[in-house]
């Protein structure tokens, strides 16, 4: 990355942060930064401070979803077997 490309301010920094498409919650912690960044909370430590909030939220939120989905194929192939068995 030449020097001329490289973010130089905070706001740069997150700007340059790529959100896929279809990741509302990221896009949205992205944008909830940047606001705050034009208010003036330009610090990089709190930016990273208000990231790691909403972060470990998803992250808890995708962990709850991924255990349920676990549990949900698990009763699926119990039911599969069940009904292999009886054929």
Known sequence: ???ESAPHT?????ESWTVPAGATQAGLIRSN???AIEQGYDDPQLVADLAVGPLVMALGKLEV????????IE???RALAERDARS
Not at 65 to 71: H, I, Q, T, V
């Open 1 to 3: 990355m030449s020097e």
């Open 10 to 14: 905070t706001a740069e920094v997150v």
């Open 33 to 35: 930064i940047l606001v």
């Open 65 to 72: 979803g991924l255990a349920e989905a676990r549990r949900r």
């Open 75 to 77: 009763e699926l192939e």
